[in-house]
């Protein structure tokens, strides 16, 4: 039987991220249509409101210009996550932060990263990229005589969610033929082989196709109510389980962080994630160390005693994964695949990612289905693995020991097989790429090497000085110049985003 008709339960940015990417691929077979089912009772959740660089790739290939994006969805540019607190604040200073960075260093990181081992003067982002001070000065990766998606530095995007949601969906139905239909699904009817054979809806009547995606958020309507796949829980490694959300509105010409803020707590942390008239503040963290009441008190002094002024939503957070994502006809994506919590911008990143690898090789007939489905669950079964590790190893670095939390994150019963073994060779030598040997790892030697430095977590063994020491030292010397060059001359972010309204990037 050949797969003619896809489903898409629910929108948001899961729902239409997926549209996007299917009705692409589905342009090169004229057989093949895709139709998204949308509640018009259930709103975006909109908290997931920071992206990765890798979004950027997938925008172009949808065909939206950035400048449109920018203007639509309250876009701002995330050049870095700054992680504040992390640390103890007896060791090491009061307000200790590091930057995990967008901009991956080029060849000369490897000698740049052994000569800073060797010496360990300043922070490691700013002895490898110039990013750095570019986010301490508030500037501005790229400029207005950019191309769009092009940069002087790596950068992803702050977002409104809802906004952005819409974005996608006037771009998949325009563009790539994607239908829309409005309409709650009140039942699922199942096939004789245990497949899903049609939905029930209640505006729309009993709608069939050939396959589904189930992108219904964590209600998980096809993947968990009609096909039981299990669910994996990773709360016996990552701790945080609720979140309080906030809206603050700043002024029309307050500062923006061009980067997200992710500020260390006795049981968790918070993010603070700058758009142009309002920030997105969420104090995430775990009940098992912290009571609501406290929680709340925590926030409102965050925010300097305003809380009360601001309306907020607590949402609690259930950690996982499902055992399989793709299940007989029917493949979840979003918040239904899984969800592990706010920190590195992880929930979209995840849906991006699986929902291009399915559009790069959907099963044109039912007799594809199974090396397909084994193939895309043992992947994203490894991504999942992989990004809890990376989450996990903010914490369990962290050397505070004000709150059981943070003691108990060290526990290596907390950690994984995998982790605990990379920790255990890094403690002697420095990470390099062969560490990373799977392409599907998702955060890469770059990513850990920010990390893990920024942490102060160094090979205990002495780091010999590098050879052609002096040829390195001068490319030292010349990211310097670099760095100052960029900060003179890269706009202010908010004049920047300013300039993009008004006059618009230059296509490619």
């Not at 490898?128 to 002087?152: N, R």
């Not at 139905?173 to 309409?183: D, E, G, L, Q």
């Not at 199942?190 to 054979?197: L, N, S, V």
């Not at 945080?240 to 923006?256: M, R």
């Amino acid at each position: 039987m050949d797969i003619k008709t896809i489903a898409i339960v629910g929108g948001g940015t899961a729902g239409w991220l997926a549209a996007n990417h299917l009705g692409k691929a589905a342009l090169s077979n004229e057989h093949l249509s895709v139709t998204l089912i949308e509640s018009p009772d259930i709103p975006t959740i909109g908290v997931g409101e920071g992206t990765v660089p890798a979004i950027r790739q997938s925008l172009q290939s949808f065909g939206i210009s950035e400048t449109e994006f920018i203007r639509c969805c309250d876009v701002t540019f995330k050049q870095s996550i700054k992680f504040a607190n992390w640390q103890d604040k007896v060791k090491h200073p009061e307000n200790n932060f590091y930057h995990h960075l967008f901009d991956m260093p080029g060849p000369v990181t490897e000698g740049l990263t052994r000569l800073w081992l060797s010496r360990k003067t300043g922070t490691y982002a700013e002895a490898v990229s110039p990013q750095h001070a570019v986010c301490e000065a508030y500037k501005s990766p790229k400029t207005i005589s950019d191309a769009e998606y092009k940069g002087h530095l790596g950068y992803a995007y702050h977002l409104n969610a809802a906004k952005f949601a819409k974005l996608l969906g006037v771009n998949a139905k325009a563009n790539f033929n994607v239908k829309h239909i409005s309409a709650n699904v009140n039942d699922v009817i199942m096939g004789t082989e245990g497949e899903i054979k049609s939905l029930v809806t209640d505006t729309a009547g009993t709608l069939e196709f050939d396959f589904y995606i189930d992108c219904s958020g964590f209600a998980s309507l096809l993947i968990d109510k009609a096909l039981h796949v299990p669910f994996i829980s990773k709360a016996d490694q990552l701790f945080v389980d609720k979140a309080i959300a906030v809206q603050v509105p700043t002024d029309a010409d307050s500062v923006i962080p061009p980067f997200t803020v992710a500020t260390a707590h006795q049981a968790g942390w918070i993010w603070d994630i700058a758009l142009s008239h309002r920030r997105g503040v969420g104090f995430v963290y775990s009940t098992k160390y912290m009571d609501d009441a406290t929680a709340l008190v925590k926030l409102d002094k965050y925010l300097g005693g305003k809380l009360a002024e601001y309306q907020h939503r607590t949402l609690p957070m259930t950690v996982g994964y499902r055992e399989r994502s793709w299940e007989k006809n029917c493949v979840a994506l979003g918040l239904a695949q899984g969800f592990l919590e706010p920190l590195e911008a992880t929930s979209i990143l995840l849906t991006d990612f699986a929902a291009g690898f399915l559009a790069n090789r959907f099963p044109a007939s039912a007799t594809q289905l199974t090396a397909v489905r084994d193939r895309f669950n043992h992947v994203m079964g490894y991504a999942w693995e992989r990004v809890v590790d990376f989450i996990k190893l903010h914490y369990c670095l962290s050397d505070r020991s004000d709150s059981q939390f943070w003691i108990d994150n060290r526990d290596p019963k907390t950690m994984s097989v995998e982790l605990i073994k990379r920790l255990s060779l890094w403690q002697d030598f420095a990470p390099n790429r062969e560490d990373f040997f799977s392409k599907f790892e998702v955060f890469d030697l770059e990513n850990y090497l920010y990390v893990l430095f920024g942490m102060n977590k160094t090979p205990d063994c002495k780091i010999s000085l590098p050879d052609e020491l002096a040829h390195i030292e001068k490319q030292g010397q010349r990211l310097e110049e670099v760095t100052r060059q960029l900060v003179k001359e890269l706009p202010n972010h908010r004049e920047l985003l300013e300039k993009i309204k008004q006059y618009g990037l230059q296509k490619l």
